[in-house]
């Protein structure tokens, strides 16, 4: 992945983030669903903290809690600090693959729809390090079947990993591992309205990886078999809930 620009990408479009993030938020709601019914945490890390959205109900939900927020983008950072004046709550400019934090330091680790920007495997190696004993981490991420449409035509999109390929790396780290999977299907007024609302949400435009003057917008609409009308495209959510390995 190049980081560089996946900083830059998500910088640019930190002031347009929430208005278009949909998925994102319904990915948030169902995910507070879980976290709201468990314990009273005290020290809390989002990973990919974007503009802080879930940081803001968590501290509304735990007052007491000490909260801490990173993300790659210095633009979603300027975002969530501004939106947040609470003396609990902190965000920092990190990569969540290179996270460097007091040992056994949280007690819930939380990240919504940010591990397709990084090396999950790397993210999830160090976690139980700065997570408690009996501490939890939920996250919610994407699988394979995300945006099979736009990979069936030829086209370039993150490579998502299956239910095998996670349960398998969180078992390494955690116990007590739960996944659920929830396919949301969306609209979009043609595939073009499609890549403009990836822009808007800090995705990179599948067409920018090839010679834009290959596809023109006939023929891209004619490989996906349509005309001018509604486009359809499918997110595959898997939404997880992990505990710290109980010590050796």
Not at 66 to 85: F, L, N, Q, W, Y
Not at 131 to 144: Q, S, Y
Not at 198 to 211: D, H
């Amino acid at each position: 992945m190049d980081k560089d620009k996946i900083r830059d990408n998500f910088s640019k479009s930190a002031l347009t983030y929430d208005q278009c993030a949909d998925v994102q938020l319904e990915m948030m709601e169902m995910l507070l669903k879980k976290i709201f019914c468990r314990d009273d945490y005290k020290h809390i890390l989002d990973i990919g903290c974007g503009t802080g959205r879930l940081a803001s109900i968590l501290s509304s939900r735990f007052p007491s809690a000490k909260i801490v927020g990173i993300d790659i983008a210095p633009g979603m950072i300027e975002i969530a600090s501004s939106r947040i004046k609470n003396e609990n709550v902190s965000f920092y400019v990190e990569d969540g693959e290179s996270l460097s934090f007091k040992n056994k330091q949280f007690d819930l680790v939380v990240a919504n729809a940010s591990f397709q920007w990084m090396d999950y495997k790397k993210v999830f190696s160090k976690i139980p390090s700065f997570l408690k004993k009996d501490g939890a981490f939920f996250f919610t991420t994407f699988g394979p079947a995300t945006f099979n449409n736009i990979r069936r035509v030829g086209l370039s999109v993150n490579k998502f990993p299956s239910k095998i390929e996670l349960e398998r790396c969180l078992n390494k780290y955690f116990n007590k591992v739960k996944l659920e999977e929830k396919i949301i299907v969306k609209e979009y007024r043609d595939v073009f309205s499609f890549f403009s609302y990836l822009k808007n949400i800090g995705g990179q435009n599948p067409l920018e990886v090839r010679n834009k003057g290959l596809l023109t917008k006939r023929r891209l609409l004619s490989r996906f078999g349509e005309e001018e009308g509604t486009f359809k495209v499918e997110w595959d959510i898997y939404f997880v809930e992990t505990h710290t390995l109980p010590p050796d």
